[in-house]
């Protein structure tokens, strides 16, 4: 069994700051690529950012410059650092990662969190 649990989310202001965290848990051998989704109301879900077990990132343009994703693989945990906010990313943050377990065999499923809610308004 895997869980993912996110924080760090909450009510900003227009240009504040907000850090979320996501930790993996549970019978873990290895995770791959993590990343983080947003989904605002009545709209599909997005990529938001993403990051490989070496570090490579990719970024939605819409994002780039603002927020950086990191991971600390000893934690099994994945942040993503949200400057200059903007209303506009106000959404639902859900964390992704590919997860081989020890009952997995050489598969690496998606596992999601629960999601954090983000509100950017004055």
């Known amino acids: 069994q895997v869980q993912l649990v996110e924080s760090g989310g909450g009510l900003v202001q227009p240009g504040g700051s907000l850090r979320l965290s996501c930790a993996a848990s549970?019978?873990?051998?290895?995770?791959?690529?993590m990343g983080w989704y947003r989904q605002a109301p009545g709209k599909q879900r997005e990529l938001v950012a993403a990051i490989t077990r070496g570090g490579s990132t990719n970024y939605a343009d819409s994002v780039k410059g603002r927020f950086t994703i990191s991971r600390d693989n000893a934690k099994n945990v994945v942040y993503l650092q949200m400057n200059s906010l903007k209303p506009e990313d106000t959404a639902a943050y859900y964390c992704?990662?590919?997860?081989?377990?020890?009952?997995?065999?050489?598969?690496?499923?998606?596992?999601w969190g629960q999601g954090t809610q983000v509100t950017v308004s004055s």
């Open positions: 549970g019978s873990i051998f290895t995770i791959s690529n």
């Open positions: 992704n990662a590919e997860i081989r377990t020890y009952t997995s065999g050489p598969h690496s499923p998606d596992y």
